[in-house]
C-alpha cells in the first residue's frame, strides 16, 4: 500500500490530478502493482478525503492533547516521537495532526513503521495542498541510514 501511495504522490502533484478511481486503478496495475495493495491504498486515499471534508472544529492552536491508549499502540514510539517533533516544530497544525491520527488509526496493522508513517505524513500535506518547508521535506523522504554526514 505505502508504495502505491508514494507513487501517487510523485507522479500526480496534486490529489485532483488524479484520474477517477477505476482509471487509477488500471494505471496503478500497469505499473506494476498488486491489486490488493491498489485497493488498499485507494480505500485509504477515500478515507482521506472524507476526513478532510469532514473536520468539524479544529483543535485550538495552544492545546495539549493526550493521545490514547489505542493511540500510542497504532503509533508506536518512534512515530509518536516524530509525530510531536512535527508538531513542536510548529510544521503540523493541530487540525492536520488530527487528521493524521485518524488515517493512522484506519491502518491494519499496528504498530506503524517510522518510514511508513512519515509517508502517511507527506499524503496528509498532499492532501491538504500544503507543501512543508525543504528540511521536512527531507526528514519525510530520507532514511536516517542514507544520510550524509558533513
Not at 490529489?15 to 485509504?44: M, Q, T, V, Y
Not at 473536520?55 to 492552536?61: D, I, R
Not at 505524513?121 to 492532501?127: A, E, H, N, P, T
Request: aromatic share 10%; glycine share 6%; hydrophobic share 50%.
Amino acid at each position: 500500500m505505502f508504495d502505491v501511495l508514494v507513487y501517487l504522490y510523485e507522479h500526480y502533484w496534486r490529489p485532483d490530478a488524479c484520474p477517477e478511481a477505476g482509471l487509477l486503478a488500471r494505471k496503478l496495475s500497469a505499473a506494476g502493482f498488486e491489486s490488493e495493495e491498489i485497493n488498499e491504498a485507494l480505500a485509504w486515499l477515500n478515507g482521506l478525503q472524507a476526513v478532510n471534508s469532514h473536520l468539524v472544529l479544529p483543535p485550538a492552536s495552544d492545546s495539549a492533547r493526550v493521545y490514547t491508549d489505542d493511540e500510542c499502540e497504532r503509533l508506536g514510539p518512534e512515530a509518536l516521537g516524530f509525530l510531536q517533533f512535527l508538531g513542536a516544530a510548529g510544521v503540523l497544525s493541530p487540525s492536520l495532526r488530527e487528521v493524521v491520527l485518524e488515517r493512522v488509526s484506519a491502518l491494519p496493522r499496528a504498530p506503524v513503521a517510522l518510514e511508513d508513517f512519515k509517508i502517511l505524513v507527506l499524503l496528509v500535506f498532499w492532501s491538504a495542498g500544503e507543501e512543508p518547508d525543504a528540511l521536512i521535506l527531507d526528514e519525510l523522504f530520507v532514511d536516517d541510514g542514507d544520510r550524509l554526514i558533513h
